[in-house]
C-alpha cells in the first residue's frame, strides 16, 4: 500500500516537473524501483540543473 501512496504522488509530482520543465520526456519521469532523492538526482542530471533546484521547483523542501 505504501509504495502506491509513493506513485500517486510521483504522478502529481510529475506533472509539475513537465509543466515547469517541456524538455523532459516520459522516461526521465518514469518512476523507477528506487527512493525518491535517487530520482531527482536523475532529473537533475538530465536537466544539468542541481537536486536542491528540483526539490524547488516542486516544494518539496
Do not use: C, F, H
Amino acid at each position: 500500500m505504501e509504495k502506491e501512496v509513493e506513485i500517486l504522488k510521483w504522478n502529481e509530482i510529475k506533472i509539475k516537473l513537465k509543466r515547469k520543465y517541456a524538455n523532459l520526456t516520459l522516461s526521465d519521469l518514469a518512476w523507477r524501483d528506487t527512493n525518491q532523492d535517487d530520482l531527482l538526482r536523475t532529473i537533475a542530471n538530465s536537466l544539468g540543473i542541481s537536486v536542491k533546484e528540483i526539490k524547488q521547483a516542486i516544494q518539496l523542501s
